[in-house]
């Protein structure tokens, strides 16, 4: 957590409130998250507007426009939540608490905080093309783009031994399927999560593809799911684990067909299925 639907929803927060406005003044109280925040970032933002608020996988990209006119895009401030970062959107910001690591300021007084105990987040300037960043030019297709599709998984998953659902949560196959989405979509597309990836049919393959964009839509219209302290750029929780078929209901029944539905370990990861729905 956060996965791509709460990425998405907080994205989607912070568009209204931020796109056009330019950056006053950045205050960083804490550099030690996954990588040190950039110690030039105080004198590269201001000044600069936000031109689009992009998302690639679980990352937001900040298109940053200088002054000037340059054009967006050429400049991206780059941020990742890790497991308990959150952005929140202040038009007067409150005192600043433990876990705030980093306040942008815009030029209307609106403040963009960055909040993260745990501190795995991460924060970066990219004063180039960010595409070509090693973050990001090693990353598959998004679950909603037309090169994500049957024949693209049939391809990349020949040959495979690993399991479908650890294949589905591998970056290079497809972006933002973390854990708990990959679950409720093999169950919607009836699939064990043990089989093996390489052994399936491109038949049932167009149906997990299907499955995958379904779910991440329909969690993204609910806002996300909250677990623990996820909350949108509002301060307001999801609710998309009320939806939840099979993800973190162990010894429950299945909807579809009462059986109580198992869990195991793959991955180091919990994982949810119904015995009998899912073949």
């Not at 200088?66 to 939540?81: K, S």
């Not at 677990?227 to 509002?234: G, K, Q, S």
Request: charged share 25%; hydrophobic share 40%; aromatic share 6%.
């Amino acid at each position: 957590m956060p996965e791509l639907p709460e990425v998405e929803t907080i994205r989607r927060g912070v568009v209204p409130a931020l796109v056009g406005r330019s950056v006053a003044a950045v205050h960083v109280y804490d550099r030690r998250l996954r990588w040190p925040v950039p110690r030039d970032l105080e004198r590269a933002l201001p000044g600069r507007r936000v031109a689009a608020i992009d998302r690639r996988s679980k990352y937001l990209l900040f298109r940053m426009a200088t002054p000037d006119g340059v054009p967006p895009g050429q400049a991206t401030l780059l941020v990742h939540l890790g497991m308990t970062g959150s952005l929140r959107i202040h038009a007067g910001a409150p005192a600043r608490m433990l876990h705030d690591h980093v306040d942008v300021v815009f030029d209307d007084g609106t403040t963009l905080r960055y909040r993260d105990p745990r501190r795995f987040g991460t924060i970066l300037w990219i004063p180039g093309d960010a595409a070509g960043h090693p973050l990001l030019s090693r990353l598959g297709p998004e679950p909603f783009s037309t090169a994500f599709d049957a024949e693209s998984l049939y391809r990349a998953t020949r040959g495979r031994r690993a399991a479908i659902k650890l294949a589905l949560m591998d970056n290079r196959l497809v972006v933002g399927v973390g854990n708990i989405y990959a679950n409720e979509a093999l169950f919607r597309a009836g699939i064990r999560p043990t089989r093996a990836a390489g052994r399936l049919s491109r038949a049932r393959l167009a149906g997990l593809a299907d499955a995958v964009r379904k779910t991440l839509a329909e969690a993204i219209d609910k806002g996300g799911s909250t677990l623990r302290d996820y909350v949108d750029a509002a301060g307001e929780p999801g609710a998309f684990q009320l939806e939840y078929a099979v993800y973190g209901r162990e010894g429950l029944p299945c909807p579809a067909c009462g059986t109580p539905v198992r869990a195991i370990r793959q991955g180091q990861r919990s994982t949810f299925y119904c015995p009998t729905c899912q073949t």
